[in-house]
T-cell receptor, first 111, second 115 residues
Framework: AAGVIQSPRHLIKEKRETATLKCYPI?????VYWYQQGPGQDPQFLIS???????DKGSIPDRFSAQQFSDYHSELNMSSLELGDSALYFC??????????FGEGSRLTVL | AQSVTQLGSHVSVSEGALVLLRCNYS??????LFWYVQYPNQGLQLLLK??????LVKGINGFEAEFKKSETSFHLTKPSAHMSDAAEYFC?????????????FGTGTKLQVIP
Protein backbone atom coordinates (compact mmCIF):
# COMPACT_ATOMS: atom_id res chain seq x y z
CA ALA A 1 0.00 0.00 0.00
CA ALA A 2 1.14 3.53 -0.72
CA GLY A 3 2.53 5.42 2.25
CA VAL A 4 3.38 9.01 3.04
CA ILE A 5 6.44 10.07 1.06
CA GLN A 6 8.80 12.72 2.34
CA SER A 7 11.73 14.29 0.57
CA PRO A 8 14.53 14.79 0.99
CA ARG A 9 15.28 12.19 3.66
CA HIS A 10 18.39 14.06 4.74
CA LEU A 11 19.32 17.71 4.36
CA ILE A 12 22.32 19.66 5.55
CA LYS A 13 22.22 23.45 5.60
CA GLU A 14 24.24 26.32 6.99
CA LYS A 15 22.88 28.85 9.48
CA ARG A 16 20.73 31.55 7.89
CA GLU A 17 20.06 29.42 4.81
CA THR A 18 16.64 28.29 3.59
CA ALA A 19 15.29 24.77 3.37
CA THR A 20 12.19 23.25 1.81
CA LEU A 21 10.73 19.89 2.78
CA LYS A 22 8.12 18.09 0.73
CA CYS A 23 5.39 15.69 1.70
CA TYR A 24 3.22 13.53 -0.53
CA PRO A 25 0.23 12.14 1.38
CA ILE A 26 -1.44 8.81 0.95
CA UNK A 27 -3.85 8.95 -2.02
CA UNK A 28 -7.32 10.21 -1.08
CA UNK A 29 -6.08 11.63 2.22
CA UNK A 30 -7.10 15.27 2.39
CA UNK A 31 -5.33 16.32 5.59
CA VAL A 32 -1.61 16.83 6.07
CA TYR A 33 0.24 17.46 9.35
CA TRP A 34 3.78 18.57 10.06
CA TYR A 35 5.64 17.62 13.24
CA GLN A 36 9.12 18.48 14.46
CA GLN A 37 11.08 16.03 16.61
CA GLY A 38 14.25 17.36 18.17
CA PRO A 39 16.97 15.01 19.47
CA GLY A 40 15.55 12.95 22.32
CA GLN A 41 12.24 14.81 22.16
CA ASP A 42 8.68 13.82 21.40
CA PRO A 43 7.15 15.02 18.14
CA GLN A 44 5.80 18.56 18.38
CA PHE A 45 2.90 19.64 16.19
CA LEU A 46 3.74 22.47 13.81
CA ILE A 47 0.85 22.95 11.41
CA SER A 48 -1.87 21.13 9.51
CA UNK A 49 -3.87 21.57 6.33
CA UNK A 50 -7.27 20.29 5.26
CA UNK A 51 -8.30 20.62 1.63
CA UNK A 52 -5.47 23.07 0.96
CA UNK A 53 -6.46 25.40 3.79
CA UNK A 54 -4.59 25.72 7.07
CA UNK A 55 -6.66 23.92 9.68
CA ASP A 56 -4.53 24.28 12.79
CA LYS A 57 -1.29 25.83 13.93
CA GLY A 58 1.00 24.70 16.67
CA SER A 59 4.45 25.76 17.74
CA ILE A 60 5.65 26.77 14.30
CA PRO A 61 8.20 29.61 14.23
CA ASP A 62 7.40 32.70 12.18
CA ARG A 63 10.45 31.84 10.05
CA PHE A 64 8.62 28.74 8.85
CA SER A 65 5.73 28.62 6.43
CA ALA A 66 3.83 25.81 4.79
CA GLN A 67 1.16 25.20 2.23
CA GLN A 68 -0.83 22.41 0.66
CA PHE A 69 -1.15 22.32 -3.09
CA SER A 70 -3.98 21.29 -5.42
CA ASP A 71 -2.57 17.74 -5.67
CA TYR A 72 -2.61 17.62 -1.83
CA HIS A 73 1.13 17.50 -1.45
CA SER A 74 2.56 19.90 1.09
CA GLU A 75 5.76 21.86 1.48
CA LEU A 76 7.36 23.21 4.62
CA ASN A 77 9.60 26.20 3.99
CA MET A 78 12.13 27.17 6.63
CA SER A 79 14.13 30.38 6.37
CA SER A 80 16.93 31.96 8.38
CA LEU A 81 17.81 28.54 9.71
CA GLU A 82 19.17 28.27 13.22
CA LEU A 83 21.15 25.51 14.88
CA GLY A 84 18.09 24.70 16.98
CA ASP A 85 16.12 23.86 13.84
CA SER A 86 18.14 20.66 13.48
CA ALA A 87 15.55 17.96 13.91
CA LEU A 88 13.57 15.21 12.30
CA TYR A 89 10.54 16.65 10.51
CA PHE A 90 7.62 14.33 10.06
CA CYS A 91 4.71 14.66 7.76
CA UNK A 92 1.52 12.71 8.38
CA UNK A 93 -1.66 12.39 6.42
CA UNK A 94 -5.17 11.28 7.19
CA UNK A 95 -8.67 11.37 5.91
CA UNK A 96 -10.79 13.74 7.97
CA UNK A 97 -11.09 12.25 11.50
CA UNK A 98 -9.11 9.15 10.46
CA UNK A 99 -5.88 8.04 12.10
CA UNK A 100 -2.60 9.62 11.11
CA UNK A 101 -0.09 7.81 8.98
CA PHE A 102 3.44 9.11 9.20
CA GLY A 103 6.21 9.35 6.67
CA GLU A 104 9.76 8.28 7.42
CA GLY A 105 10.76 11.85 8.17
CA SER A 106 13.25 14.35 6.82
CA ARG A 107 16.34 14.87 8.93
CA LEU A 108 17.56 18.45 8.82
CA THR A 109 21.01 19.28 10.11
CA VAL A 110 21.94 22.93 10.45
CA LEU A 111 25.66 23.64 10.72
CA ALA B 1 -7.68 20.11 26.97
CA GLN B 2 -6.75 16.55 26.21
CA SER B 3 -3.29 15.23 26.96
CA VAL B 4 -1.39 12.05 27.71
CA THR B 5 1.30 11.32 30.28
CA GLN B 6 3.75 8.50 29.90
CA LEU B 7 5.28 7.21 33.11
CA GLY B 8 8.91 6.22 32.77
CA SER B 9 11.12 7.55 30.01
CA HIS B 10 13.13 4.31 29.99
CA VAL B 11 11.98 0.75 30.63
CA SER B 12 14.22 -2.32 30.60
CA VAL B 13 12.93 -5.86 30.42
CA SER B 14 14.53 -9.23 29.84
CA GLU B 15 13.83 -11.07 26.64
CA GLY B 16 10.71 -13.16 27.17
CA ALA B 17 9.45 -11.03 30.05
CA LEU B 18 6.24 -9.03 30.18
CA VAL B 19 6.33 -5.58 28.65
CA LEU B 20 4.25 -2.88 30.36
CA LEU B 21 4.42 0.71 29.16
CA ARG B 22 2.22 3.15 31.03
CA CYS B 23 0.06 5.91 29.63
CA ASN B 24 -2.53 8.00 31.41
CA TYR B 25 -4.82 10.41 29.66
CA SER B 26 -6.62 13.55 30.61
CA UNK B 27 -9.79 14.30 28.73
CA UNK B 28 -13.18 15.79 29.41
CA UNK B 29 -14.71 13.81 26.56
CA UNK B 30 -14.23 10.20 25.43
CA UNK B 31 -10.75 10.21 23.94
CA UNK B 32 -9.29 8.61 20.87
CA LEU B 33 -5.98 7.09 21.96
CA PHE B 34 -3.08 5.64 20.04
CA TRP B 35 0.22 3.93 20.56
CA TYR B 36 2.98 4.55 18.05
CA VAL B 37 6.40 2.90 17.84
CA GLN B 38 9.53 4.53 16.52
CA TYR B 39 12.61 2.48 15.67
CA PRO B 40 15.95 4.30 15.50
CA ASN B 41 16.14 6.72 12.61
CA GLN B 42 12.71 5.75 11.37
CA GLY B 43 9.24 7.23 11.31
CA LEU B 44 6.31 6.65 13.59
CA GLN B 45 4.35 3.47 13.04
CA LEU B 46 0.87 2.97 14.40
CA LEU B 47 0.74 0.03 16.81
CA LEU B 48 -2.90 0.24 17.81
CA LYS B 49 -5.75 2.63 18.43
CA UNK B 50 -8.70 2.99 20.77
CA UNK B 51 -11.83 4.49 19.29
CA UNK B 52 -14.42 3.40 21.88
CA UNK B 53 -15.45 0.24 20.06
CA UNK B 54 -13.78 -2.15 22.52
CA UNK B 55 -11.78 -1.52 25.68
CA LEU B 56 -9.14 -4.17 24.90
CA VAL B 57 -7.37 -3.31 21.70
CA LYS B 58 -5.03 -5.65 19.90
CA GLY B 59 -2.31 -4.25 17.71
CA ILE B 60 0.56 -5.39 15.60
CA ASN B 61 3.59 -7.36 16.77
CA GLY B 62 1.68 -8.95 19.66
CA PHE B 63 1.01 -5.71 21.51
CA GLU B 64 -2.28 -4.84 23.11
CA ALA B 65 -3.67 -2.06 25.28
CA GLU B 66 -6.62 -1.80 27.59
CA PHE B 67 -8.65 1.35 27.99
CA LYS B 68 -9.65 1.81 31.64
CA LYS B 69 -11.89 4.78 32.17
CA SER B 70 -11.86 4.42 35.95
CA GLU B 71 -8.07 4.73 35.97
CA THR B 72 -7.84 7.06 32.93
CA SER B 73 -5.22 4.71 31.61
CA PHE B 74 -4.28 3.12 28.31
CA HIS B 75 -1.27 0.98 29.15
CA LEU B 76 0.54 -0.97 26.45
CA THR B 77 1.45 -4.59 27.12
CA LYS B 78 3.06 -7.56 25.46
CA PRO B 79 3.30 -10.95 27.17
CA SER B 80 6.79 -11.79 26.02
CA ALA B 81 9.41 -9.27 24.94
CA HIS B 82 11.49 -9.87 21.86
CA MET B 83 14.79 -8.24 21.03
CA SER B 84 13.16 -6.61 18.02
CA ASP B 85 10.77 -4.73 20.34
CA ALA B 86 13.56 -2.39 21.41
CA ALA B 87 12.34 1.01 20.28
CA GLU B 88 10.68 4.16 21.55
CA TYR B 89 6.96 4.06 22.16
CA PHE B 90 4.68 7.06 22.12
CA CYS B 91 1.20 7.29 23.51
CA UNK B 92 -0.95 9.86 21.75
CA UNK B 93 -4.39 11.41 21.99
CA UNK B 94 -6.45 12.84 19.21
CA UNK B 95 -8.34 15.97 19.97
CA UNK B 96 -10.67 18.12 17.96
CA UNK B 97 -9.38 21.60 17.34
CA UNK B 98 -11.78 23.95 15.68
CA UNK B 99 -13.53 21.11 13.91
CA UNK B 100 -10.32 19.46 12.80
CA UNK B 101 -8.24 16.88 14.53
CA UNK B 102 -4.82 17.18 16.08
CA UNK B 103 -2.74 14.41 17.60
CA UNK B 104 -0.64 15.21 20.66
CA PHE B 105 2.08 12.86 21.79
CA GLY B 106 3.36 11.87 25.17
CA THR B 107 7.04 12.25 25.94
CA GLY B 108 7.84 8.71 24.89
CA THR B 109 9.21 5.60 26.60
CA LYS B 110 12.36 3.91 25.39
CA LEU B 111 12.14 0.16 25.72
CA GLN B 112 15.36 -1.78 26.17
CA VAL B 113 15.25 -5.55 25.85
CA ILE B 114 18.04 -7.39 27.60
CA PRO B 115 19.14 -10.76 26.20
Amino acid sequence: AAGVIQSPRHLIKEKRETATLKCYPIPRHDTVYWYQQGPGQDPQFLISFYEKMQSDKGSIPDRFSAQQFSDYHSELNMSSLELGDSALYFCASSSLLGELFFGEGSRLTVL
Amino acid sequence: AQSVTQLGSHVSVSEGALVLLRCNYSSSVPPYLFWYVQYPNQGLQLLLKYTSAATLVKGINGFEAEFKKSETSFHLTKPSAHMSDAAEYFCAVRMNSGGYQKVTFGTGTKLQVIP
